[in-house]
């Protein structure tokens, strides 16, 4: 069997406006990779861009990564993974490049997946029938206040869900806060008003569930030590990406202020051996790989595995479509150390509107891995031309 061509698939959906601590999210977009074989057989992953125009991982999948592996055997993942790192070292250990690698490696998973007649968990291990899952959620949005926030937490509970992540760190007026420098400050509001918005997720959740809060990296240091009291009143269990993941003093500093508080982190780092450094430095207590963007599922497994030699347990990013999902679920079931992986529950067309069968839960909102050879979802080829820009 040989890989006969590279394709991406550019997808993009007008969302209902949202944001968090450093962006305003209007559209939601996907850059999937197909690789395609001489049997017929094909694999789909996704590379996560975090907002990139779509087209400039087009372009670097199909001219930078796919003449790499074109005529080779999709089953040598590994060696692949390894040819695409080591060919752009130069300007591509990190960054898009990596992300593009990452989707490519998914899709060569799925096609060993059904090469097999098995899921990529089981190839890999698979450790559960069911991985645990926390509502990620809470974002700002246009007309969204307080009593907005409480009923969207008391949905989450209604649904099943024992723990639940909300956005903070939209603060203008606090100093070396990133959003002064986005490309807007809309929907921002007071430090106190954050504070306010843990209490009330924590005061409809109760003594139960663990609540988190992600400030998307947008504060310096100083800010975060100093919130962290207010943060353990307030109720909140884990913070998620305070500051920028490069700045591992602070994290340190973080590590030893926040006491009870567990830093999550980070989801936009990649590779395993930056995220083994960060494992060294005790700069988290939970791991927070992500798979379109951090090395696929190759790398992520490496990186899982370590965090496990760290006695550090492991929560997935996923913020993408049902490509991202499958392939998170897949992983996250083979890892032994997974502790909950993240459950979008904004209104995502991505996720939802282009699978043919929704994703499966139980009543604790548990997920069930998807049962189809390799990543385990059929998708809805028709919905995908509907808004497939490429």
Known sequence: MKITAVKTIGMRWECPVMSDAMSICRARQALWIRVETDCEIYGIGEAFCYGSPL???KYIVEEQLAPAIIGEDPTEIERLWQKMYWRNVPNGRTGLVMGCISGIDIALWDILG???????????GAHSDRVPAYASGGFYAPGKDLDGLKREIEGYKKQGYQDIK???GRNPELSGN????????????????DIRRIEAARAVMGKE??????????????AVLAAAEDFRKAGLNWLEEPILFEDEE?????????????????????GCKNFVRLMKENAMDIVQPDIGWGGGISELRKIGLAAQGFSKPVSLHSFGSCVHFAASLQLADSLPNTEAIESEENRNLLKTGIIK????HDERMNFYVPQLPGLGIEIDWDEVEKIRVF
Do not use: H
């Not at 059904?114 to 890999?124: E, G, P, R, T, V």
């Not at 990133?178 to 008003?193: G, I, L, P, R």
């Not at 069968?357 to 499966?360: D, H």
């Open 178 to 193: 990133a959003v002064n420098y986005t490309a807007s400050t809309e929907f921002s509001v007071s430090y106190k008003e």
């Open 209 to 222: 569930g663990r609540l988190a809060a992600d400030i998307n990296a947008a504060w310096p240091a100083e």
């Open 250 to 270: 602070g994290l340190k500093q973080l590590r030893d202020e926040l006491l009870e508080i567990s830093l999550m982190g980070y989801e936009t780092t990649q």
């Open 166 to 168: 909300i956005k903070i």
């Open 114 to 124: 059904k090469i097999a007649n098995m899921l990529i968990s089981k190839l890999l």
């Open 357 to 360: 069968t929704p994703f499966e």
């Open 55 to 57: 087209v400039i991982g």
